[in-house]
Every structure is written in structure tokens, then in C-alpha cells.
């Protein structure tokens, strides 16, 4: 069975930082590009950041360049968004992504919310 399992949300101040983690079963994790993304209160699902299956490449959305960082651990069949300098703006549901060619995977997703 398919899992994806998104952890780290809460709430935090602006200018704070936290980490998300989501933890894959289930499917060959090493094989997978893997993504973040986030849907804020009457938007749609936009893509936040991106990793390659072996970690070489990432890609980010302007709006989080330079404040947000991807990263995977294939042994723990896991990957990380690290969030600093955070803002009002990034507040929303964050989701873990999997896809590899057709193959696509979702978690439930991680409430994030950036308030003084």
C-alpha cells in the first residue's frame, strides 16, 4: 500500500523557520522525483520545490527561492523541506508529491500557518 506521510506543520511566526518531512512506503522511493507543493485558502495546488530521484536536482518557485530547500534521504525513504525566513504568504496545506512517468502519488498533506 502507497503511502505518503507529511509531518512538521504548525504554526509560526513570521521570519521563523520549520522543517517538513514526508515519509514514503510502499513504492521504490529511489526511483521517484519528488515535490512539494502547497494550496492556500481559495487558490490552487501550486508547485513549491522539486528533487530528482538521486538528489542531484531541485527546483524551487521564485516566490520561495533563497528561503526554502529540498532534500531527500533515500535510505530513510524520506524527504525534507526546510522552510526559513518564512512569511504570512506561505501559509497554506502542504503536500508531498511522488511521480515517475505516469505513477503519480499524494499525501494528505501538512497545515502550515505563518502568524504573529
Known amino acids: 500500500q502507497v503511502q505518503l506521510v507529511e509531518s512538521g506543520g504548525g504554526l509560526v511566526q513570521p521570519g521563523g523557520s520549520l522543517r517538513l518531512s514526508c515519509a514514503a512506503s510502499g513504492f521504490t522511493f529511489s526511483s521517484y522525483a519528488m515535490s512539494w507543493y502547497r494550496q492556500a485558502p481559495g487558490k490552487e495546488r501550486e508547485l513549491v520545490a522539486t528533487?530528482?530521484?538521486?538528489?542531484?536536482?531541485?527546483n524551487f518557485a521564485d516566490s520561495v527561492k533563497g528561503r526554502f530547500t529540498i532534500s531527500r534521504d533515500n535510505v530513510k525513504n524520506t524527504v525534507y523541506l526546510q522552510m526559513n525566513s518564512l512569511k504570512p504568504e506561505d501559509t497554506a496545506v502542504y503536500y508531498c508529491n511522488a511521480v515517475l512517468y505516469y505513477l503519480e502519488y499524494w499525501g494528505q498533506g501538512t497545515q502550515v500557518t505563518v502568524s504573529s
Open positions: 528533487i530528482t530521484s538521486g538528489g542531484g536536482s531541485t
